[in-house]
């Protein structure tokens, strides 16, 4: 099996990622939960499969003990987002599969405030404003996402600054220069 062949079984079944190692079954990372993928290649197999991606550079690279990052296509057109590494001293990969299209908030079943909220053409100082009215609450940051509860129906009395602060300190467009 190719890795392009392997990338395509992995898209059938709807995953984000492949992890693929020498010496070990292949898993893939389904709605967050690492599962077994049903293919295992022998050790040589594998770091042949994970190699071919490789171009000459990156290679050296990698015998150098570096990490290798880069990007790759397949023939359908789709890209794909590569890490190769040494584990143990065997080869190793993850590979993240990108969408070529970006689902809308509606197809990701987000609450229809959102949608209204991204129109707006200064987002950030609505969200601002509204953390300082008290109806925006629970601001919690994952990885350059920020995931917010919106409460419309019962607005707080008193503002909380340091949720204003942490929003400020992370999104703000003056910060970015904007």
């Not at 023939?75 to 970006?102: E, G, H, S, W």
């Not at 200064?122 to 996402?145: H, K, P, S, V, Y």
């Not at 917010?148 to 942490?166: G, I, T």
Request: some cysteine; glycine content about 4%.
């Amino acid at each position: 099996m190719t890795m392009n062949e392997l990338i395509m079984k992995a898209r059938e079944k709807k995953c984000s990622d492949i992890h693929i190692s020498e010496g070990m079954p292949v898993s893939f990372r389904i709605h967050g939960q690492l599962l077994d993928s049903g293919f295992s290649f022998p050790a040589a197999e594998t770091r042949e499969m994970i190699l071919s991606m490789l171009s000459d550079e990156q290679r050296e690279q990698l015998e150098n003990g570096d990490d290798v990052d880069f990007a790759i296509e397949t023939p359908d057109y789709c890209r794909q987002r590569v890490n190769v590494f040494r584990q143990m001293k065997k080869v190793a990969a993850t590979i993240r599969l990108l969408n070529n299209t970006i689902p809308t908030l509606e197809q990701l079943q987000m609450p229809k405030v959102l949608q209204n909220l991204a129109d707006q053409p200064r987002a950030t100082q609505i969200i601002e404003d509204m953390i300082a009215e008290g109806t925006l609450r629970d601001l919690t940051f994952e990885w350059g996402n920020m995931l917010a509860k919106v409460d419309l129906d019962h607005p707080f009395k008193e503002p909380d600054e340091r949720l204003v602060q942490l929003f400020r300190d992370n999104y703000s467009m003056e910060k970015n220069g904007n």
